[in-house]
């Protein structure tokens, strides 16, 4: 009989659900695992020693996630359930409706945080991030109701301690482009 140790849950942190229908690999501690697909994108553990581990997960259309825990003999299910939230990457497959603004990376900068702030229609400042690579492409999604024009603070916050801004104003439900200052 096998010993239940965790529970993966893999989570759209876009939509905020479930990531069903994609093909995720993980990998325990730097080597591969083969975990069968489960339906609303919970995997199971079975047979885990106690310890520490580093969970990676390479999931289609979404960024890179990695997670450290730790199981113990005398853990729960709920202090082994391990919630991932994966952040779109640039082939996540946006809503047609969505206010995307989209942009790349040169491949002379160093890595970078970008974010977006902005301020909805109800007056609640929102702040979105995600992370790109030199030569890379980024994405970030605004949420919440937006006027027409909303003005977006675009930064770029790069490892050699760099950082920019940009000033936009963007129109609900498009897409725009945005490069990175230089």
């Not at 770029?156 to 490069?179: S, Y």
Request: hydrophobic share 40%.
């Amino acid at each position: 009989m096998h010993r239940l140790s965790g529970v993966i849950e893999l989570l759209d942190s876009h939509s905020g659900r479930p990531a069903v229908g994609i093909v995720p690999h993980f990998r325990l501690n730097g080597a591969p695992i083969a975990l069968p697909r489960r339906p609303e994108a919970r995997y199971v553990l079975v047979d885990v020693a106690p310890g520490r581990y580093r969970l990676d997960v390479d999931a289609p259309g979404f960024l890179a996630y990695g997670l450290d825990f730790e199981l113990t003999p005398e853990a729960t299910l709920a202090d082994a359930w391990l919630r991932c939230m994966l952040e779109p990457g640039p082939g996540y497959e946006y809503p047609p409706q969505a206010t995307l603004i989209r942009g790349a990376l040169a491949s002379t900068r160093t890595p970078a945080e970008i974010s977006a702030r902005y301020v909805t229609v109800r007056g609640r400042e929102r702040h979105v991030r995600t992370r790109c690579a030199p030569g890379g492409a980024y994405t970030l999604a605004l949420s919440g109701q937006l006027a027409d024009p909303t003005p977006v603070t675009l930064s770029f916050a790069f490892t050699d301690g760099q950082a920019r801004e940009l000033q936009l104003t963007v129109t609900p439900g498009r897409t725009h482009r945005a490069g990175a200052p230089l």
